[in-house]
Nanobody, 115 residues
Framework: QVQLVESGGGLVQAGGSLRLSCEAS????????MGWYRQAPGKQRELVAA???????NYADSVKGRFTISRDNDKNTVYLQMNSLKPEDTAVYYC?????????WGRGTQVTVSS
C-alpha cells in the first residue's frame, strides 16, 4: 500500500506564495511521473503540474509561469511551489502517483486565496 501525505496548504492573500509538499511511503527513484491535481468546489479534478523521472515537466496553462513542480528522490517528496496566487487557484490540491498498476492519491490539502 502506497501512502501519500500532502502538506503546506493554507490561507493566503492574492499575490502570495505557498509551497506544497507530498511525501510518499515508497522510493521515488523508480517512479516515472508524479503530479499535482486540484479540485475546486463544483468543478472536476484537473491536472496542475506533472514531472517525469527525467525532469520533464507539464503545466496547466492557467499556472504556467507561476507554479513550479520539483521532486527530491532522496526524500521521497514532490513539491509544488506556487507564486502569484490568484483567488481562482482556490481548491483542494492532491498529489498523484501511478505505481504498480494503480493510481494513488493523497487526501489533499486545502489552498484558499483571498482577494
Amino acid at each position: 500500500q502506497v501512502q501519500l501525505v500532502e502538506s503546506g496548504g493554507g490561507l493566503v492573500q492574492a499575490g502570495g506564495s505557498l509551497r506544497l509538499s507530498c511525501e510518499a511511503s515508497i522510493s521515488l527513484f523508480s517512479i516515472n511521473t508524479m503530479g499535482w491535481y486540484r479540485q475546486a468546489p463544483g468543478k472536476q479534478r484537473e491536472l496542475v503540474a506533472a514531472m517525469s523521472r527525467g525532469g520533464s515537466t507539464n503545466y496547466a496553462d492557467s499556472v504556467k509561469g507561476r507554479f513550479t513542480i520539483s521532486r527530491d528522490n532522496d526524500k521521497n517528496t514532490v513539491y509544488l511551489q506556487m507564486n502569484s496566487l490568484k483567488p481562482e487557484d482556490t481548491a483542494v490540491y492532491y498529489c498523484n502517483l501511478p505505481a504498480y498498476g494503480t493510481n494513488y492519491w493523497g487526501r489533499g490539502t486545502q489552498v484558499t486565496v483571498s482577494s
